[in-house]
Every structure is written in C-alpha cells, then in structure tokens.
C-alpha cells in the first residue's frame, strides 16, 4: 500500500471514529435532555433530537450535555465506552487580557461555525495581570467559572489551564498552584466536562523533566484529593517539546492523565514532528493543547503546509488538538479581526488562520459562506440577525411549492419594511434554508445561493429603503431536492 492510501485509509478510519464520537455524544445529549440540572433554554435549533423509539417527544429544554468522562489509555483517550476520542477546539488568549471572549455566545459560535468540541482557558499565571502576581485572583476566579458553565453549556469540554509562561520554571508558584487546584477541583469534582492543566509550557534551562514532574507531583494529589477520575494534563520542559524526556519517566500512581506537546508549525518542523512519533512509539499519552502555525512568537506568516503536515500526524496518532487563540489582538495567531464584537461574533469576523482552522476542523471554506452569515460584504448585519442593527423587518412568505423532474422548487416572496427614522441604503439579507438549494428565477433584486442560504441584496430597484418604506415586489423561486423550508 503507498504511504497515501494508507493516510487516506487512515483518515477514512478517523472520520468514522469521529462519527462514533458525535453519536456517542448525541446519546449523552438525550439521556440528559430531561435531567432536573438543565435549566438552559435552547432557542436555536441545535437541540439534541429525541429517541423516535421514545413515545416521550418533549423537546429537550437545553443543550448543556452530559459530557462522556474521557480517560486515556495508552496513547489513546477513550470516552466511558472504551471509544477512542479526538478532540479539536480552541484556546482563549490570556483571559486575564481579553476577559470579554470569554463568554457564551463566543463558545456557541466556535462549537457551532467552527467545529470545537473543547475551550481552553488559559490563565497566565505571572505575565500580565497574571494570577500570582498583579492579577484580581477573584475575578480570575469568577472568569473561569463563567468560562466553565459556558463550555459545558454549550456541550463542550473546557481546559482550566495554569498558565505559566515568563514564570518557566512551575515550581516557582507551586503552593499558589496546589491551593488554585485544590479549590477548582473541589467545585467542579465529578464534572465530566472539566479537564485540568497543571502547567503551561515549562521553559528554561534548568527546567528539566525530573523538575516539572516533582511539581506535577506534588500538585496532582490536590486534584485526586477531590476527583479520583479527572483528566489531568502535564507540561514538558522547553515550552511543551521535550515529550520525548517525559517518555522516558512516567509519572506513577498519577491516574488519567497525558502529557502535552505544543507547536507553532512555521517554527516547528521535521524535528518536532519527529521528536512526536518517538514519544508516540514510547507510549507515551499525548494532548496538543496548543497549536499554531505561524512562528512561535505568535505572528509572522502561516506555513500552511507544515501546519497541515502537522494536521496529518496528528489525524493518524489520534491526538486531540488545541488551537491559539480566541482574540481580536492584531497578530497572526488571532482566529478573530481587530474590533471584533466578542458577544456576536461571525464568519466575517475571522482571520486567515481562523479560516484556515474552520476549513480543518468542518471542511468547510469559509469564502463561500461568509457572505451569507453574520456580516454582509458591505460590512452590514443581514436584516433580522439582531433586531434595530439596520432598521430593516424582513418577512418572508412561501406563496407557491410543485415537483418537476425529480426536484422540487418552491417560491418565496419577501417583504422588507423599514420602520426606522432613517433611509436604509447598501442593505443585505441572508435567508438561510433547512436544504441546499438553488435559484430558479428570482425578480427585483440581486439574488444569490449558497448551500442553505440565500442573500438577496439590492439590484436595479430599492438601493434605498425609505423610513415608513415597505418593499413587497422582491421574490424567488429555489430548486431543491425535496421540500424547503426557511430556518
Ligand atoms: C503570546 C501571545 C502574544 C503575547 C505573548 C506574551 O500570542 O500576543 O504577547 O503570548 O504574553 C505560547 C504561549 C502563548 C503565546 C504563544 C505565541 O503559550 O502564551 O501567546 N505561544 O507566542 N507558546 C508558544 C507560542
């Protein structure tokens, strides 16, 4: 078999891992669906669907899941089915700099635009406003507690992450490190959904394996103390490189835990790569808690390339995955664009990287989509998408649905009012369908599909929309593969 079958094969046999994974979690979703703890309200459609065996049809009230307890064996990390599990999400920037991406909204978007299923939350420990130094310890308290009820909520794991980084050495905090983990653990003891990181990136060169593990050592009993089964993950010396070392010298007696490996994919190459295969071959259980791929200063260019061969390998050790960051700062590393609104975020919102993760993660291009979600080109939000943004009521009306050669088209007539006091110009609305569809006919506007969604913009009429304006001529009819419904 060549290397590329056998990759493909591979991938093959990912995907349907993946798959397994998703539905294992769907189950979790429904058996919880009525639990006395969710008092979420779903308002969205991304409910966890009943059992059609189950004569109980009541719509779940929430989506806050009851997340598998994941525990690694071997190299692996399995579910409570003994089902391997690869998780990919995303790493806030220091929520002691950027505390408003730490928020629901923002972790619903990410789940649902941008394939994550795990937050990290990273808080540095000695850098600025760090935790032991010049930082408000309760409000960091409180920041990660909303950052934890927002991750499960919204049915995705979350990393507590101690992050040291300036402080390379973890001993130099170690008591301030036992108390903050004694306390967190005991709060979330038995959450399935809490996964703990006792360090980020130890560095320095007197910062060797045998150093970091004496301070895994004395800070893992506090977790144990309280949560026998948590996941627990471990740095390695040189920010995150030396696994190898770890390799060498487990820990004993630590329960469930892995160790991590973290790479900036311009920087690290072959080496790094390689260096991953022999702690891979050494057994040892590996979690990429943070990733990049531009240099490892966190900006520069992106090196696609190396950041997919990264990707690769880490598809074919079934390593789960991490993404730097959540943030708006103006760097290569950003997922989000400087001035994005953290509470309403949207597919225009996103970088180059935050693209590049998107098409990774969900295989989706976000050039194609962008247009028909969140912002218009026009840098207008879609008639509807926030009630007052452009003053524009959208209503949209099917008046006529039949069958021809197998498809089904079906026309819409849309009618948009402007009661605002003023003139609405360079308007655009996105229409967003229960199939993919395309356009058939359509009148008096410019009128485009992609996929589910359709976005109609002004074409020669209604450029403008004048206050107490009602425009009701703008129409289309789409073609679909069955009956369609707007969402
Ligand atoms: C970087 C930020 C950057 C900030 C710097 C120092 O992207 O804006 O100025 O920290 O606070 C890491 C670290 C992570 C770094 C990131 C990029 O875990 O904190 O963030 N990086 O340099 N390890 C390797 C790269």
Not at 209 to 232: F, G, M, Q, T
Not at 278 to 304: C, H, R, W
Not at 416 to 440: R, Y
């Amino acid at each position: 078999m060549t290397t590329a079958a056998a990759r493909r094969l591979r991938k093959d046999h990912m995907n349907h891992l993946r798959l397994i994974a998703s539905f294992l979690l769907a189950l979790a979703l429904c058996a919880c669906a009525s639990s006395p703890s969710a008092s979420q309200k779903a308002d969205d459609g991304h409910t966890a669907q009943s059992d059609p065996e189950e004569t109980d049809t009541r719509k779940p009230e929430t989506e806050s899941a009851s997340l598998s307890p994941l525990h690694a064996d071997g190299t692996q990390l399995l579910d409570d089915r003994n089902d391997p599990v690869v998780l990919q999400g995303y790493s806030t920037f220091g929520i002691n700099c950027k505390p408003e991406f730490v928020n629901e909204a923002m972790f619903r978007f990410l789940k649902d635009e941008m394939g994550s299923q795990v937050i990290r939350l990273a808080m540095y420990t000695a850098d600025s406003n760090g935790y032991c130094t010049d930082g408000d310890q309760k409000e960091l308290e409180g920041l990660i507690d909303k950052g934890v009820q927002a991750a499960v909520s919204t049915g995705q794991y979350v990393i507590i992450d101690w992050h040291i980084l300036s402080d390379g050495n973890p001993a130099q905090y170690q008591d301030q490190a036992k108390d903050f983990f004694g306390k967190v653990s005991k709060k979330y003891a038995g959450n399935p959904g809490v996964i703990y990181e006792i360090c980020n990136e130890p560095n320095g060169s007197d910062v060797t394996w045998p150093v970091v593990k004496s301070y895994a050592e004395a800070v893992i009993p506090e977790i144990r103390a309280n949560d026998k089964n948590a996941l627990i993950l471990v740095g390695t010396p040189q920010w995150d490189q030396a696994e190898t070392e770890a390799g060498k010298d487990l820990l004993e007696d630590a329960g469930n835990m892995m160790y991590t490996v973290h790479f900036y994919a311009a920087t690290h190459k072959d080496q790094q790569r390689q260096d991953l295969s022999t702690a891979y071959d050494q057994k040892l259980p590996m979690f990429v808690s943070e990733f990049g791929i531009t240099e490892a200063s966190g900006n520069g260019t992106l090196d696609e390339q190396s950041g997919q061969a990264w990707i690769d390998l880490l598809d074919q050790d079934r390593i789960s995955r991490v993404a730097w960051a959540i943030s708006d700062k103006e760097e290569a590393s950003s997922i989000f664009k400087p001035g994005t609104d953290p509470d309403s975020p949207s597919l225009s919102d996103l970088t180059e990287w935050g693209q590049w993760l998107r098409q990774v993660y969900t295989g989706k291009d976000t050039d194609d989509d962008k247009n028909s979600q969140g912002k218009s080109e026009s840098g207008q939000k879609p008639v509807g998408a926030k009630s007052g943004d452009s003053g524009l009521k959208a209503t949209l009306k099917q008046s006529n649905t039949w069958n021809s050669d197998g498809m089904t088209f079906t026309q819409f007539d849309l009618t948009l009012a402007n009661h605002s006091d003023q003139p609405v110009s360079g308007w655009s609305e996105t229409l967003e369908f229960t199939k993919d569809v395309t356009i058939d006919q359509s009148w008096n506007g410019d009128i485009s599909a992609s996929g589910r969604s359709v976005t109609v913009k002004p074409g020669q009429y209604h450029s403008t929309i004048q206050t107490g304006e009602s425009v009701k001529d703008i129409g289309f009819i789409v073609k679909s593969d069955g009956m369609v419904k707007e969402r």
